[in-house]
């Protein structure tokens, strides 16, 4: 069965197809799961809202031991043993959330997948793994909105800079909603030495969205994706 054709979705159904990776710029201390709590945490609210989540995880298993998911399929399966997309897709206690791992398969190699599978949900969420490859780069300007992780500790935050700046050097566009993790009590200055630094050598800084312990964290970031991603769609 094709990647797109999913049978379970009503043909009157128009999903709003929004493809949002959660990329983590390094992975000291808590940080090191930060994109698994946050993808986690974003596709669970999402679903709660009745919209459809698609949560794919690109952690070599991380996100849907995270989540209690138990899996025997991935989309290594579909690709390489000739597996139907639908073995892959596990569907939670709640109907509107559904979860795949990437298994065996690279992330540059399934990106034409989740790009296809984007088509078929109101949301796809990548657990990207830690780094800065071409791949990631290649899932940044396929998204819709990216959200980048970074740890407030120290100076922890040139982490983050390094990789907008190589990230900005294969996708000028390349404009994440920054959260940050790790002390609550030096996430705002964390957040503008990374805001000032940007400006000053690559140019206008992506928005920073918050901490990740902030209350009501879910709600600000799914409606701020919702806002730009509607804005791009028009401009």
């Known amino acids: ?6 049978p379970h979705l009503s043909p009157a159904y128009q999903p709003a197809g929004r493809l949002i990776p959660i990329f983590t710029a390094s992975d000291e201390g808590e940080n090191a799961q930060a994109s698994i709590k946050l993808t986690l945490s974003l596709a669970k609210s999402a679903a709660a809202r009745g919209e459809t989540v698609l949560m794919l995880d690109a952690q070599d298993g991380a996100l849907m031991t995270a989540a209690g998911i138990i899996y025997n399929k991935t989309l290594g399966d579909v690709l390489y043993r000739g597996a139907d997309i639908t073995d892959v897709l596990y569907i939670t206690s709640n109907e509107h959330f559904t ?6 398969a690279q992330m540059d190699v399934v990106l034409g997948s989740m790009a296809a599978l984007s088509l078929s949900y109101d949301w796809v969420f990548v657990a990207a793994p830690v780094g800065c490859t071409p791949a990631h780069t290649r899932l940044a300007q396929a998204s819709d909105v990216s959200v ?4 407030a500790a120290s100076d922890h935050f040139m982490r983050a800079y390094w990789m907008m700046e190589a990230m900005r050097t294969r996708a000028p566009k390349f404009d994440p909603l920054v959260l940050s993790t790790g002390p609550q009590d030096l996430a705002v200055e964390s957040a503008l030495l990374l805001s000032d630094t940007i400006r000053q050598f690559l140019g206008a800084p992506p928005p920073y969205g918050g901490h990740l312990t902030d209350p009501n964290l879910n709600t600000r970031i799914l409606d701020k994706i919702s806002e730009v991603a509607a804005q791009i769609a028009v401009a």
């Open 1 to 6: 069965m094709a990647l797109d054709t999913l």
């Open 99 to 104: 979860a795949c791992a990437c298994g065996d």
């Open 148 to 151: 980048m992780t970074y740890s």
